[in-house]
């Protein structure tokens, strides 16, 4: 057996975890967090980063976010992380120009627009992948509001967007790192890998347009993978 077919297969393994379970194990629904990365209509419907690969999971996490609020899941635990970006982001030299500000790429896609636009709910806007320096609606950053979050008895985050490679594992293991340096023995970090979708270009269609192939199988894989080797727990869905 080669090294990615073990991987695979240990991704095949991945257990599922109900609802419930997640809820006993975080000590309450008001334990869990559900971080929304990216889930923007510039990744999923229209612009040069759009992906029908990604869309795929917009409709199981907005199942998640419906049985969520049934549950009681407060509106402040519900967490954005959006691109919003300037006419000059300088992220614009390895990714083409993308959700920019006040433009259609960059809002939320309609399927979620519902649970976005609840009152108490969290957005942090960001000008990278990377949504630790995002700053939200009170001038708070998402690690200063992390580290507060930290103090709880028990905090369970549930990632869950685009794209599995960059985004997700970026601030998955941001979280997960962070609590990890500041020593929270309480934190857990989940993604799911029915929630959580990278997009694909072939190397046939990297050579035609002249751009990077991205083999989406192959990183998927391995970044989840990666993310499962750092302490985050990889499960292959969250059941009802």
């Known amino acids: 057996m080669n090294f990615f077919n073990y991987v695979t297969k240990k991704l095949d393994q991945a257990p599922s975890i109900s609802l419930e379970e997640l809820i006993r194990t975080s000590g309450g629904i008001q334990n869990l967090y559900l971080i929304y990365v990216d889930i923007l209509k510039g990744f999923c419907e229209e612009g040069p980063l759009a992906s029908d690969r990604v869309n795929e999971m917009v409709q199981p996490v907005a199942e998640l976010s419906e049985t969520l609020l049934k549950k009681g899941i407060p509106a402040e635990n519900l967490v954005f992380l959006n691109d919003h970006h300037p006419e000059d982001a300088v992220e614009f030299a390895a990714f083409a120009p993308h959700c920019k500000r006040n433009t259609n790429e960059a809002e939320v896609v309609d399927a979620l627009k519902p649970f976005y636009e609840k009152e108490g709910v ?6 990278a992948t990377n949504g630790m320096f995002g700053v939200n609606q009170e001038g708070v950053r998402f690690f200063e509001w992390l ?10 985050f549930v990632v869950v967007g685009d794209c599995t490679d960059l985004c997700i594992y970026q601030n998955a293991m941001g979280i997960r790192l962070f609590a990890n340096e500041l020593n929270a023995p309480s934190v857990d970090v989940i993604v799911p890998i029915s929630h959580v979708r990278t997009y694909d270009v072939s190397v046939e269609q990297a050579e035609q ?5 991205h083999d989406a199988d192959f990183l998927d894989a391995v970044f989840l993978y990666h993310m499962q080797l750092n302490g985050i727990k990889v499960v292959s869905s969250i059941s009802a």
Do not use: G, P, R
């Open 122 to 127: 969290q957005v942090f806007q960001k000008n």
């Open 147 to 156: 580290e507060h979050t930290f103090k709880k008895e028990k905090s369970t």
């Open 209 to 213: 347009l002249n751009i990077d192939a």
